[in-house]
């Protein structure tokens, strides 16, 4: 399995808080990704990174932040959250984005975020 | 724009039934396809994924071809068992464009 971290895994906040997540990898992939899972959207893109200091937005990437300071982390933040930011995150890495081998996403464990 | 569509679930099949699900696509242009699962309570997986028109990928039982014609990705499967309940997301990406455009995933439960 690639190594993937997401902590918390689980965080209940009430609305207007700050919250970060945080995504860890082992595998010294250049890109990384954040997305959440809401039923009936299936993943949507909301930031992505494509080397230290490099990111940019995704779909759905009003109300989140990101950070990349080293390859191994990515850092998502929502800097007040609101009850639509309820939802599962995940964080992928791949490789590369080629049409060949290596663009494979590998995914996280997830974080379920609760806003109230 | 790109989109995918997969058939809507829960799908519910007895184990050793013949599994499909339905994956049809639109783009512009010749995508890369793919085929996620994801296990309950954990992150998705690939499965099989195929990279040009008529390509088959095969995983752990399961195939899907990538049909051009008929813009389609269908996932396959002979014969099911009870672990392969989990939910199914196809997805495409573009070679001009690094995202994977996902469909909203169809659930499938095995009865044993």
């Known amino acids: 399995d690639a190594g993937i971290t997401q902590s918390p895994r689980h965080k209940v906040t009430e609305t207007g808080t700050p919250v970060t997540l945080r995504c860890h990898q082992t595998?010294?992939?250049?890109?990384m990704y954040w997305y959440r899972q809401d039923p009936g959207h299936g993943l949507r893109l909301i930031h992505y990174?494509?080397?230290?200091?490099?990111?940019d937005k995704g779909e759905v990437s009003d109300g989140y932040s990101v950070s990349r300071s080293k390859t191994e982390d990515f850092l998502l933040t929502l800097e007040s959250a609101t009850s639509s930011q309820t939802s599962v995150y995940f964080c992928?890495?791949?490789?590369?984005?080629?049409?060949?081998?290596?663009?494979?996403?590998?995914f996280g464990p997830g974080t379920r975020l609760t806003v109230l | 724009g790109d989109s995918v569509t997969q058939m809507e679930g829960p799908v519910t099949l007895s184990e050793e039934a013949f599994l499909t699900i339905n994956c049809t696509y639109t783009a512009t242009g010749y995508p890369s396809l793919f085929w996620y699962v994801q296990y309950p309570g954990e992150g998705l997986q690939l499965l099989l994924k195929a990279t040009k028109a008529d390509d088959k990928g095969s995983n752990k039982g399961f195939e899907a071809t990538y049909r051009k014609e008929t813009t389609s990705f269908h996932l396959e499967k002979g014969s099911v068992q009870v672990s392969d309940s989990a939910v199914y997301f196809c997805?495409?990406?573009?070679?001009?464009?690094?995202?994977?455009?996902w469909g909203a995933g169809t659930k499938l439960i095995i009865k044993p």
């Open positions: 992928a890495i791949s490789e590369s984005q080629d049409r060949g081998d290596g663009n494979e996403q590998f």
């Open positions: 990174s494509y080397g230290v200091k490099d990111t």
């Open positions: 997805a495409l990406r573009m070679d001009s464009n690094y995202q994977l455009i």
């Open positions: 595998e010294n992939h250049r890109y």
